[in-house]
C-alpha cells in the first residue's frame, strides 16, 4: 500500500545486525530529498541499562538470557536507528516499532527456545 502512495519500500525479514545496519544507512541515503521517510520493525526488543536494543534474527534464541552476551549482535535504538535518520534536515520521520520488549527480571521458562 505505501508503494501505492509512492514511497519506496525497503522489506527486510530475519535480517542480521550488520544486514539492519545496512538498511538504515541505505533508507537514509534515498530519503536526502524525501519529505516524509517511515521506519517500521516488528521484532523483539529489549532494554539493558538505559538502552534500548532491537533484537536482529541471531540474537533472537538468546536475548532472554540475563548472562548471554548477545547485546553486541543487537541494534541500538537511540543511536543506530533514531540518530542516523533524525539527521535528516527537512524530513519527517515516523519510528514505529511493533515489538515484543523482554524483561530482564523475567526468566524465559526452561525449554522455551526449543522447536
Given amino acids: ?20 545496519l545496512q538498511g538504515i544507512a541505505e533508507m537514509r541515503k534515498e530519503a536526502e530529498e524525501a519529505d516524509v521517510q ?3 520493525f516488528s521484532g523483539h526488543a529489549r532494554k539493558v541499562g538505559d538502552t ?11 536475548h532472554l538470557d540475563a548472562g548471554h552476551k548477545w547485546p553486541g549482535r543487537a541494534v ?12 535528516q534536515d527537512g524530513t519527517l520521520t515516523f519510528v514505529i ?7 530482564p527480571a523475567v526468566s524465559a521458562p526452561a525449554g522455551a527456545f526449543r522447536w
Fill in 1 to 20: 500500500h505505501l508503494r501505492g502512495l509512492g514511497f519506496f519500500v525497503r522489506h527486510l525479514e530475519d535480517a542480521s545486525r550488520g544486514r539492519m
Fill in 38 to 40: 517511515v521506519f517500521y
Fill in 52 to 62: 534500548n536494543y532491537l533484537v536482529p534474527s541471531e540474537g533472537a534464541r538468546d
Fill in 76 to 87: 541500538r535504538i537511540r543511536e543506530e536507528v533514531l540518530a542516523p535518520l533524525q539527521s
Fill in 97 to 103: 516499532l511493533d515489538v515484543f520488549r523482554a524483561s
